[in-house]
């Protein structure tokens, strides 16, 4: 059983930086696309980014701030995010898919961005 196990997230002031990381149990090879996903509270979850091979998606709201990243060494997906906002605050998740359409969740990481 694949295991997506997200870390990073904490309390951090309107402005401020944070990196997010998932790491998998098992070599991140056999995903077609990798990605972050949040939910605030009262909100439908949302892509906040992704990778497919090269290619990087961004949502609106994040792009020019926020970067997604793979570390093929360690089996991680990471989200560095800069400039931070209190909109931003929410919990966020890592995802995985397969050519097989098989999907993976992590189980959330809370970040929250407040003064």
């Known amino acids: 059983q694949v295991q997506l196990v997200e870390s990073g997230g904490e309390l951090v002031q309107p402005g401020g930086s944070l990196r997010l990381s998932c790491a998998a149990s098992t070599s991140i090879f056999v995903f077609d696309t990798m990605g972050w996903y949040r939910q605030a509270p009262g909100k439908q979850r949302e892509l906040v980014a992704a990778?497919?091979?090269?290619?990087?998606t961004y949502l609106d709201s994040v792009k020019g701030r926020f970067t997604i990243s793979r570390d093929n060494a360690k089996n991680a997906v990471d989200l560095q995010m800069n400039s931070l906002k209190p909109d931003d605050t929410a919990v966020y998740y890592c995802?995985?898919?397969?050519?097989?359409?098989?999907?993976?969740w992590g189980q959330g990481t809370q970040v929250t961005v407040s003064s």
């Open positions: 990778l497919n091979g090269d290619e990087t």
């Open positions: 995802n995985a898919c397969t050519s097989g359409y098989a999907e993976y």
